[in-house]
Each structure stands twice: as structure tokens, then as C-alpha cells.
């Protein structure tokens, strides 16, 4: 029951992160590393196929082996929370204290990852 589970959130992971991949604002790397970590619990052999995957790899053995997140993949994550926020505070502009809260969320999980070590 629980690798048929874990099976599952890690297809269910892997397609949102390889829909991520060609749609812009969709994270891909959250979802990837979800989905390789169900299935490092549920199917070695598709978390040894994610690792080995030209595209996907890369990133995921990085992360896993230093917690480390490649400069572009930084700055890019880092300019679309900027993004969000401006946006998130935009469109809650006349509701008052709500408006600080799309910045204040964006700017913690900026300050986690600018914290993470660059590969």
C-alpha cells in the first residue's frame, strides 16, 4: 500500500515537474525532487532513471550530494519570486495587510535559497 503510494505521488510529482519544463511560472525542480525521492522508497529503477536523465540529473545529484542549486537555476528562481511578489502585492493592493504577505512569503523563500551553496 504504501509503494503503491509512493509510486503515485512520484508520477503524479514527475509529470508537473516535465509540464514545468515547457510552462513558464511552473517549477520543475521541487517537483523533480519530490517525485526521486518516492522513488527512491517505491522503484530504484526509475529514480536511477531520473538520475541519469541528460536534463533532470544533473540538478537532482547536485542537490543531493552538496544542497547545492546551479547559479542560473538561483537566479532565475530568485527574479520570478521577485516577480510574484510585486505581482501577489499588486493584486491585494486594497485589502490591506493581505498585501504584505505575498512579499513576506516570497522573500523567506528567497533568503533559503540564496542561502543554498551554488554547484
Same mark, same amino acid.
Given at each position: 500500500?504504501?509503494?503503491? *503510494?509512493?509510486?503515485? @505521488?512520484? *508520477? ?6 516535465? @509540464?514545468?519544463? @515547457?510552462?513558464?511560472? *511552473? ?36 542537490? +543531493?550530494? +552538496? ?14 519570486? *521577485? ?25 523567506? @523563500? ?10
Amino acid at each position: 500500500m504504501k509503494r503503491g *503510494l509512493l509510486l503515485a @505521488v512520484g *508520477l503524479i510529482a514527475l509529470a508537473l515537474g516535465l @509540464v514545468g519544463l @515547457v510552462l513558464p511560472l *511552473l517549477p520543475t525542480t521541487p517537483f523533480v525532487l519530490l517525485a526521486a525521492a518516492c522513488f527512491a522508497k517505491a522503484n530504484p529503477v526509475w529514480e536511477q532513471w531520473l538520475l541519469d536523465h541528460p536534463r533532470l540529473g544533473p540538478n537532482l545529484r547536485r542537490w +543531493r550530494e +552538496r544542497g547545492a542549486i546551479a547559479r542560473p537555476a538561483k537566479r532565475l528562481a530568485l527574479g520570478l519570486l *521577485l516577480s510574484s511578489a510585486l505581482l501577489g502585492a499588486w493584486m491585494l493592493r486594497e485589502r490591506g495587510a493581505w498585501a504584505v504577505l505575498p512579499p513576506l512569503a516570497c522573500a523567506t @523563500v528567497g533568503l533559503w535559497i540564496a542561502t543554498r551553496p551554488e554547484a
